[in-house]
């Protein structure tokens, strides 16, 4: 029985956790899939993180880590954390960034929103 509440806290943990990606293998990454949300951050500002990438629907939602993954950050010009990209077909569609205190501001709904609207005008 303590086996089995061992597996179930494992697999809960494993459905919650973040998705990573490094420089490496990101331009591979973004081919293989459409519609892409990646959230930059830095673990210094990890209490300011955006806390419903995991709950976005019809996307793939990713963090990158500014300290180890300086050439994405400069390749997007990331100024401030976090900041939260929307990338369509390998292009940057939407930014969402964080206030002078290191804040997002923008809402679940807003960049739900913008992703409804990319999936949608595929089909016009």
Known sequence: MRFLKYILVLLVMQSNAQSFINEKDFDNYIKKNDVFVIEFWAEWNKDNQCDFLNDLKDCNANRVCI??????????????????????????????????LFQLTTKKSEVQTKIDSIIISKFN
């Open 67 to 100: 300290i180890s993954n300086e050439k994405l950050k400069d390749r997007f010009q990331i100024d401030v954390l976090p900041t939260l990209l929307i990338i369509y077909n390998q292009k940057e569609v939407c930014r969402f960034k964080g206030n002078l």
